[in-house]
C-alpha cells in the first residue's frame, strides 16, 4: 500500500525505455553479428516493413544507424540524469555478445559496450532495467533453425542469458527474459486465423521453448544471485466487451486469455487447464522434455513489467463495426475514446483497469516499461518543439497509476515510459514517429545531424520525477 494518500512510493522507479536494435546503430562494429531487426526495412503506416533474405545493396535498414547510441551513449545518458531518471529500460543486442548465436565463448568487446554504458547509468544515480530479447535474435539462428519452435533456440538463449547475468550481475538488478512475448500469439489471434494446429502449433511449441528459457534463466539467476529480480515483459492488450451482449463478453474474456495464457504460464509455474484444453482442441501436443514441468515450477518470474499504449473493443459480431488497430491489437473502436496520428486509441483509464487486472491475478510487484504517445514534432524557429500533446497523454497516464497505486493498493514499483529519446518505430520502421523527452536530428529516410534537442516535456517530466509525481 502507498504510504499516503497522494503519494509514489519513495523508491519509485521514474524513467524511460528504449531497445538496442531502435536506437544503437553500429550494426556492424566490435564484432556484432547480423539481427533479425537487420533485415528488415523501413515503412510507413501504410506500408508495411519488408523482411529481407539477408542485407540487400541499395536497400535502407533503419536498425544499421538508428540514432548511434552506441556512439553517443554518454551524452544520451547525462541527459536522462539532468531529467532525475532513476531507471532506464534498455535491452542488450544478443548479436554484440553471440554474433551468431552459437560461438561459445562470448564477443569481449561487445561485453565491454554495455559494461562502459552501465557504469555511466550508474555515475547518475540510475538504475538499469535490462531486457535479454527484445526482437532482435541472432539473424543466423533463424537461418539455420527457423524459429523457437526448434528448441536449439533455448540453449542458445540460455548460454547467452547466463554470460550477460555473470558479467553484469553487480551492475544490473532488474532483468526482464522477452520483450512482449506474447506477441508469439498476437499475429494469428489478430488476423482471426482459424484455431487449427496448423496455424498454432508452431506458436505454441515456440512459447513452450521461451517459457523454459526464461524459466531456466530466473532459476540461474536466484541460484548464484539472489539480489538480482527478474520478470516477464507482456504486450497488455486491454479489450472490452463492445456491449453487455453475453456473447461479447464471453468472446472478449476468450481473446484475452490468449495474452494471459503467457502470463499464467511464468507467473504461476504450470498450464492452465484452459491453455491445456485449448491445445487439445486444436490436437496440439507439445513436445515437452522429461524435467521440463520442474523447471517451470522453478522458474516462475519475480515481477511482471508490461508494455501499455491503447485498447481496444470487441465483439463477437465485427461485420458492421469499425475496427482500429495499435501495437499489434486490432478490435473495435470504441467510441468513448480518442486516437493518435497512427489510429492508436487512447485510454489512460484502461491502464488502471489493466493494472488491477494483473495485480488481482498475481499478487506479482508491477512495473509499466513502455507506455507514451507517438507523434510528429515541430522545430519551432528558435529550436523549441512543444510538445503538449504529449504531456497531456503522459500526465492522463500518470494520474491513473496514482490512483492505481493511491485507491486500489496495487503494488506499482516502476515507470519507464517509452522510447525516452527519439528512435526507431518498431511497427513503422520511421523516425517521425516520435516518442521522446528529447528530439534527434534524423529523418525517415535516414538523413539528420543526430543532434539531441530537449523537448518542452523534458522540463516536464523533470519535474514530475522532482515532485515524485506530485507536480504534473
Ligand atoms: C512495442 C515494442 C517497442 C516499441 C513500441 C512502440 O511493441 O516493444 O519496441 O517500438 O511497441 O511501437 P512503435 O515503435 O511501432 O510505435
Redesign the pocket.
Known sequence: MGTSMSKFPDNFLWGGAT?AN?CEGAWDVDGKGISESDVVTAGSLTKIRETTEGIEEGKYYPSHDAIDFYHHYKEDIALFGEMGFKAYRMSISWTRIFPTGEESEPNEKGLEFYDKVFDELHKYGIEPVVTIS??DDPYELKKKYGSWANRRYVDCYVKYAKAIINRYHNKVKYWLTF??IN?LILYPVFTGLPKTKENYEGVYQSAHHKFIASAETVQYAHEHYPDIKVGMMF?ALTSYPYSCNPKDVLGNMQKSDEGYFFCDTMCRGYYSNKAKKAMEAMGITLEIRDGDDEILRNGKVDFISF?Y?STTAFSYDMSDKETVGG??SMGGKNPYLKTSD?GWQIDPIGLRITLNELYDRYQLPLMIV?N?L?AEDKIEKDGSIHDDYRIEYLREHIKAMKDTINIDGVDLIGYTS??CID??????GEMK?R?GFIYVDKDNEGNGTLKRIKKDSFYWYKKVIESNGETL
Open positions: 531497445a531502435q527484445h526482437y520483450n512482449e506477441s504486450c508494455s499504449y501495437n499489434f497512427w513502455e507514451g507517438g517509452w522510447g528512435l526507431i518505430s518498431a511497427s513503422t514517429k516518442y
